[in-house]
């Protein structure tokens, strides 16, 4: 029996969605922004999926990184991460110095240029080539290598010697 292409949809969501906000929260920082983010994404796709649907997942993300460039560009965009409350400070052990490591990479991931953040974000977490990076930006390959050094330069002044992973970026 033949799939309908909404079921495909709902299971393309089902499948991908998971991943899909992964990347748009490391992109935004802010779970219900990554949220906002993603859902604009979908509902664009869903106007398009049976065109797609072969291919979503790919036309699902480059909606997701051109709909957070365009905010980029927007005057009065703001660079702000709300969290519910101030974490108390516990006694350090290693749980919680990697709990401290990884909140001053996410801090330092955050305040980078939302340019070079996406850079970070397509090729390490979603370990992208430079070509393809370039091309989902609209840039050129030479652009995306200078945007990653930069950037990752930048890292390392911010964190020291902590360890930087973009998998715990989460």
């Known amino acids: 029996m033949k799939q309908s292409l909404e079921d495909e949809f709902t299971a393309f969501v089902a499948d991908r969605g998971q991943s899909l906000l992964r990347i748009a929260h490391a992109l935004t920082g802010d779970r219900e922004s990554a949220q906002d983010l993603v859902q604009g994404a979908l509902a664009k796709a869903y106007a398009r999926w049976p065109r797609i649907h072969g291919d979503a997942e790919a036309y699902v993300r480059k909606i997701i990184y051109n709909d957070r460039a365009s905010a980029w560009r ?6 702000e991460v709300t969290v519910a409350e101030v974490p108390d400070r516990a006694a350090a052990g290693r749980h919680d110095q990697d709990v401290t490591d990884r909140i001053a990479v996410r801090e330092a991931l955050l305040s980078l240029p939302e340019r070079q953040r996406a850079v970070l974000v397509m090729r390490y977490l979603e370990d992208r080539s430079v070509e393809e990076t370039a091309e989902v930006l609209g840039c050129r390959p030479g652009t995306v290598a200078s945007q990653a ?4 330069n930048k890292l390392r002044l911010l964190v020291g010697d902590r360890p930087v992973s973009m998998g715990g970026a989460r």
């Open 149 to 152: 050094s930069r950037a990752l």
């Open 74 to 79: 927007r005057p009065g965009r703001r660079n």
